[in-house]
């Protein structure tokens, strides 16, 4: 079984429109993570959420918004897109943080490119 | 969070030991090191951290020095699989920043 899946693997589409990309996790886990690479590989967090409750938001223009319907749920919604959004974007889980098992679970990713 | 550094690439030989360094001289107490690797196309994978002991796991073994401010990833035979990019973190996992930062790793490529 896949811990942390994410649709769709692949994602293209034209500037302005608006797209989403869903995360789910079978890992029981309380917290769950949006990162975004970029051309360059960089990966960078975006948002977390703890028990549905956003706890980081990086610096991430608005027309990025979050959405987690219950525990196991983190999507990614993203309005007006444009040409630097194209990314792989990764969604993760982990256990609550406060303990050494820390570990976070990363899902293959989802490659978005706007044209 | 603290800093690190790593080298940029190695090389290893399949079947050998790769030893990948990296440094953190800015670590603070409560700060645990974590390393993890990026196979191509793939999401990054998490391979083992460590406190202020060795671990050893069925991945790896971490080495940090008694000072805390280096470390070593141990991979002891590794394969053409273990061919990624390998980043070193640290992180306070006590904190409520839950975030990694990561950087830019060192691409260990295997060959054979």
């Known amino acids: 079984d896949t811990a942390v899946s994410q649709t769709p693997k692949y994602l293209v589409t034209q500037m302005g429109n608006d797209k989403s990309i869903k995360c789910e996790q079978n890992?029981?886990?309380?917290?769950m993570y949006w990162y975004k690479q970029d051309s360059k590989k960089f990966l960078k967090i975006m948002f977390s959420?703890?028990?549905?409750?956003?706890?980081i938001n990086e610096t991430v223009p608005n027309r990025f918004s979050p959405k987690s319907p219950d525990k196991a749920h983190l999507n990614l919604h993203i309005n007006s897109l444009e040409l630097g959004d194209s990314a792989v974007y990764f969604c993760?889980?982990?256990?609550?943080?406060?303990?050494?098992?820390?570990?976070?679970?990363f899902g293959p990713g989802t490659r978005l490119t706007v044209t | 969070d603290a800093k690190t550094t790593q080298p940029p690439s190695m090389d290893c030989a399949e079947g050998r030991a790769a030893n990948l360094p990296c440094n953190h001289s800015?670590?603070?107490?409560?700060?645990?090191v974590y390393w993890y690797r990026q196979i191509h196309s793939q999401g990054p994978q998490y391979i083992i951290h460590?406190?202020?002991n060795n671990e050893t796991n069925e991945m790896a073994s971490l080495i940090i020095t008694e000072d805390r401010k280096s470390s070593t990833l141990i991979l002891p035979h590794a394969t053409l699989r273990d061919t990624a990019v390998y980043y070193c973190?640290?992180?306070?996992?006590?904190?409520?920043?839950?975030?990694?930062?990561f950087g830019k790793g060192t691409l260990l490529t295997v060959n054979p």
């Open positions: 993760a889980s982990s256990r609550l943080a406060g303990g050494p098992s820390y570990e976070q679970y």
């Open positions: 460590g406190l202020k």
């Open positions: 959420y703890n028990n549905k409750e956003l706890i």
């Open positions: 800015t670590i603070s107490g409560n700060e645990y």
């Open positions: 890992l029981g886990h309380d917290t």
């Open positions: 973190i640290v992180n306070n996992s006590g904190g409520s920043n839950y975030k990694l930062t």
